[in-house]
T-cell receptor, first 109, second 115 residues
């Protein structure tokens, strides 16, 4: 079966750094996406990785290791507005997006 | 439009009734996706279109669910003879091209409640 695992919930402090991990087992791999979803709102695109390594985009970075079936999303200089769920999604060999359940990130002052 | 829009935003219906959910993608976006999202879960793929052609409907739960996009723009997801287990947030997303890895932009969703 196909499986995406990420922690259910994480807590971090404003101004700090947090790393949200995602491990996956899918039938084929055509890239990994990270989306941010605020409560009651639509998911919004953050990043896409298809090659191994780190992609940096401002305060957010995403890392991929295909051999380990592993990715992480790194958020720096946390702000209160970063409180949201972060969804990891993998595109499988059929080009379907397989989604994790999301990690709820709580930022405390 | 500026973003993906969906209507209605909320729909309450009685078991056994049919419902039609509408999605209006970003203007010019070729691909359109339907998902279902339960509270605290990630989206679950239902079906997708390139232009007016339905490319993959493997995620539709059963034959009560159908979708169409007759002119390659607006799409309708229809659920016949609704059941309580159909209650969920139904989300639509669109992407610019037919490339499978193109960024998908999500609409606000339709919250369906079946009584």
């Amino acid at each position: 079966g196909q499986n995406i695992d990420q922690p259910t919930e994480m807590t971090a402090t404003e101004g700090a750094i947090v790393q949200i991990n995602c491990t996956y087992q899918t039938s084929g791999f055509n890239g990994l996406f990270w989306y941010q979803q605020h409560a009651g709102e639509a998911p919004t695109f953050l990043s896409y990785n298809v090659l191994d390594g780190l992609e940096e985009k401002g305060r957010f970075s995403s890392f991929l290791s295909r051999s380990k079936g592993y990715s992480y999303l790194l958020l720096k200089e946390l702000q209160m507005k970063d409180s949201a769920s972060y969804l990891c999604a993998v595109m499988d060999s059929n080009y379907q997006l397989i989604w994790g359940a999301g990690t709820k990130l709580i930022i405390k002052p | 439009g500026a973003g993906v829009s969906q209507s209605p935003r909320y729909k309450v219906t009685k078991r056994g009734q049919d419902v039609a959910l509408r999605c209006d993608p970003i203007s010019g976006h070729v691909s359109l996706y339907w998902y279902r999202q339960a509270l605290g879960q990630g989206p679950e793929f239902l079906t997708y279109f390139n232009y007016e052609a339905q490319q993959d409907k493997s995620g539709l739960p059963n034959d009560r669910f159908s979708a169409e996009r007759p002119e390659g723009s607006i799409s309708t997801l229809t659920i016949q003879r609704t059941e309580q287990r159909d209650s969920a947030m139904y989300r639509c997303a669109s992407s610019l091209g037919t490339g499978h890895t193109d960024t998908q932009y999500f609409g606000p969703g339709t919250r369906l409640t079946v009584l």
